[in-house]
């Protein structure tokens, strides 16, 4: 199907010229560059862009930073001449958030293109203010007919692969953009907190990749302010904030926003780190996560201070983000014939069913950081996501998936579709009874992509416990191939208005569609 734009081109380049000024404000390789002229003058600089999070309907919600402490005004309009404009007012930014904050936006237009600019003024004079930096974003439809279409990955900057000025930095961000997809789903691993980005790495053929390295990435993050600075490091690529300023988000967390394959509970035996208590790293990452990314859940007295949560997108979309990392169990071999806590944690896993079946949406999208069927190791004995590598019947965490597809089959629960990332290759997976050791569920697609700035791995092995047939697989032979020697990989959904089918494309950089899948709606096995 071919691109069509939604928004003419001129307004789209337009409205993004106030993100193009905090872009040049900005030079890379130089973290935390404040504009000259906004030093001299005293005035708040917002250099690192602009973010819409979780947007539906009627809502959204607005980030920005700030260079020193400033007030935070929001305005909103049907035009990007900012006519008959409505003005919010933010918070105050502090050093306590890192100079971050947010604006929730209630009220909204349904399926309306929304233009914004977000100034910073002086907290002691109003009238002092920073250069205005500008976003769009368009609100979900109250109409089915208008459909819906996103893009999704994740895995940024993992394996020491950071942002390389030779091959242009994080340039998948522009083609991203230019398919202008109503949002984008980062399915976790935002950031490597456990990888250093060293100044260079020499490749197998020779070649050296550049980095743009920061202080805070020199090393692992365990304190509060180096977990603020890994956060920080992906927005010094311009491409990634042009994205953010046009594409609203919704983000979920996986392991190496702490540390690789972490759990609750854990106590590290890693020389790198002098806190080993892994809770406290957590606890420090979480604070961090929660003021650089507009997460509903984590803002506001109402959210709950968690990132699980429905974002609702019009009568074809619900999307269930799941967070498989906060409630889990320790990582073992995965053979316990009795576990109540899996994965998801009891209390998820009620929240998720229960929010299933009051979805009225034609599609439930179920956004997993990790995978269901793929065995994804940790160390020799140990396991990392659900899957143990015993066809048998579930145990371990797969007796609550079991729990959960159950659910989803006796409450005829339809629409069911199941995306992630995590393992750094892209494949499609259709899981079925009859190939099943564990039979009482109906047939589901589940479909994996990235990364989009790490390296890239060889496909992991199948378990048979749920059935899945790999239907399309594409990796690499070798581990951690560079982002210079293969193209980045993300996903995109589109659910048609009219008919209501939804066609998942597997992507890469450069145009390429890898693989491609329409499923029908009300309907199971596919």
């Known amino acids: ?64 930073r700030s260079d020193r402490p400033a007030r935070m005004v929001v305005e909103t309009s049907a035009t990007e001449s900012f006519r008959r404009a409505r003005t919010w007012h933010g918070p105050l930014l502090g050093a306590g958030t890192d100079f971050t904050g947010t604006t929730p936006l209630y009220g909204l237009p349904p399926g309306e293109q929304v233009y914004y600019r977000v100034t910073l003024a002086a907290p002691d004079d109003p009238r002092r203010t920073g250069e205005p930096v500008y976003g769009t974003f ?131 035996d890693d020389a790198r780190y002098t806190e080993k208590n892994v809770d406290v790293l957590a606890a420090r990452s979480m604070r961090a996560f929660g003021e650089y990314f507009p997460v509903s859940t984590l803002h506001g007295p109402a959210g709950g201070g968690r990132v699980h949560r429905v974002v609702r997108h019009g009568p074809l979309l619900d999307l269930f983000v799941l967070d498989m990392r906060t409630f889990r169990n320790a990582n073992s071999p995965g053979r316990q014939p009795d576990d109540t ?98 039979k009482d569920f109906a047939p589901f697609w589940e479909f994996v992509t990235g990364p989009l700035a790490a390296g890239q791995f060889p496909s992991n092995a199948l378990d048979g416990t749920f059935g899945p047939d790999q239907v399309f697989v594409q990796a690499p032979d070798r581990a951690n191939v560079s982002p210079m020697e293969t193209p980045a990989l993300f996903g995109e959904v589109d659910i048609d208005g009219d008919s209501g089918e939804l066609t998942v494309r597997l992507r890469e950089q450069g145009g390429a569609v890898l693989f491609s899948k329409v499923l029908q709606p009300g309907r199971v096995g596919q």
């Open 1 to 64: 199907m071919p691109y069509r734009p939604r928004i003419p081109s001129p307004d789209r380049r337009t409205v993004l010229r106030g993100s193009l000024v905090a872009t040049a404000a900005l030079a890379l390789p130089v973290a935390g560059a404040v504009a000259p002229a906004f030093a001299r003058s005293g005035r708040p600089d917002a250099a690192w862009g602009v973010q819409v999070g979780d947007v539906t309907s009627s809502s959204a919600l607005v980030w920005v």
């Open 138 to 268: 368009r609100t979900a439809p109250a109409r089915r007919r208008d459909g819906v279409r996103f893009l999704w990955s994740g895995d940024i900057a993992g394996q020491g692969w950071g942002i390389n000025p030779d091959i242009g930095g994080y340039r998948v961000y522009d083609e991203m953009r230019r398919l202008d997809p109503d949002f984008f789903l980062c399915s976790g691993d935002n950031i490597y907190a456990d990888g250093v980005i060293e100044p260079s790495v020499t490749l197998p053929d020779g070649r050296v990749w550049r980095n743009v390295t920061t202080e805070e990435k020199a090393k692992v993050a365990e304190t509060l302010a180096e977990y603020r600075g890994n956060f920080r490091y992906n927005l010094l690529d311009e491409h990634l904030r042009r994205f953010n300023a046009q594409v609203p988000s919704v983000i979920q967390w996986d392991d190496h926003e702490v540390r690789n394959n972490w759990y609750p509970g854990q106590i590290l």
């Open 341 to 438: 806590t899996g994965i998801l944690g009891a209390e998820q896993l009620a929240w998720l069913e229960r929010e299933l079946s009051k979805s009225r949406a034609v599609w439930k999208v179920i956004a997993a950081d990790m995978p269901l069927g793929l065995v994804v190791a940790d160390g020799a004995a140990n396991f990392e996501a659900v899957a143990q590598g015993d066809p048998g019947a579930p145990l371990g965490r797969e007796l609550q998936i079991a729990e959960l597809l159950r659910f989803i089959k006796h409450r005829g629960i339809t629409g069911t579709v199941w995306l992630t990332a995590d393992v750094h290759y892209t494949s499609a997976q259709h899981y079925a009874p009859e190939r099943a050791a564990f």
